[in-house]
């Protein structure tokens, strides 16, 4: 029974071996030239891709300019810039920080998307933080002894001229997704705190915002403590009119989802420090 077994092993192994017909060597030839052309159309495709990339940062880089100013143990400070002929009403961004060599040493994201409020006039300039409290204490010792050296890129990613209609260039799969707001009660969905007893508070009107989360309206208020709408407010509420730098306190007080469109309203409080 053995000897059967083997003898149809070996019947089997030789059925195999007998129907593999060997490649000419016309058609191992042909299988190598289509494996190069396959090859190279893959590799201009690449570098076709890459080059439309690379133009399309040069553009996305030349909207708006950024000018180093300071940098402390807390903050990387800048100064971004509008280098367009246009007021520039929303935006979405990132600031990036790079070394000589092009290598990133540090990024953050920059959103102000606020339709009908202009972020940037034709020629103006609004300051920038970028938080080192998250980076090493290599990275922190780093960036202390060569901000003024870096390369310093913001890169557009949405953006939106008073009057019309927006520029996005995030790719298909990056795109907000429009988001279906079911019939709901309206409900406050953040938790603002109260300003201090030596402050006053101010709220603004409701503003209405397409966004899908609450979450992006509270970016960047630090930021927001030197708008100067924010200032004169403080300033015409305090009957002062002397230099005021900057507000004590600038954050989200209500966001609301709207029920009847998509996006949410909100309104913002602003503490100012009573004069002593």
């Known amino acids: 029974m053995k000897r059967i077994f083997l003898l149809t092993i070996f019947l089997a192994l030789l059925g195999c071996d007998s129907s593999n017909k060997a490649k000419t060597p016309e058609e191992v030839q042909a299988e190598i030239m289509a494996s190069q052309k396959l090859f190279k159309e893959n590799q201009q495709r690449i570098e076709a891709a890459n080059k439309e990339r690379e133009v399309r940062l040069v553009e996305q ?3 708006i300019s950024v000018r180093f100013v300071s940098v402390d143990e807390e903050f990387l400070e800048v100064e971004l810039v509008n280098e367009t002929a246009k007021d520039i009403d929303n935006v979405v961004g990132s600031l990036e920080v790079l070394d000589s060599s092009g290598n990133s040493v540090t990024s953050i994201a920059l959103t102000n998307w606020v ?4 972020y940037l006039p034709r020629g103006g300039t609004t300051p920038a933080r970028k938080s080192l409290a998250l980076e090493t204490p290599e990275k922190r010792n780093q960036i202390l002894e060569r901000a003024s050296e870096y390369k310093l890129f913001y890169t557009i990613f949405r953006i939106q001229f008073v009057g019309e209609d927006e520029i996005n260039y995030l790719e298909p799969i990056l795109q907000p997704k429009q988001v279906t707001i079911l019939e709901a009660k309206p409900v406050n969905q953040v938790k603002p705190e109260d300003c201090a007893s030596n402050q006053v508070s101010l709220e603004t009107e409701e503003i209405y915002y397409p966004g899908p989360k609450c979450e992006h309206i509270g970016r960047n208020m630090d930021s927001e403590r030197f708008k100067v709408e924010y200032i004169n407010m403080c300033k015409s509420k305090l009957g002062i009119t002397e ?6 306190k600038v954050q989200v007080s209500s966001c609301i989802y709207e029920t009847k469109r998509p996006g949410l309203t909100y309104r913002k409080r602003i503490c100012c420090d009573m004069p002593e």
């Open 115 to 118: 339709p009908g409020d202009t």
């Open 243 to 248: 230099h005021l730098p900057s507000v004590a």
């Open 61 to 63: 880089r030349s909207y």
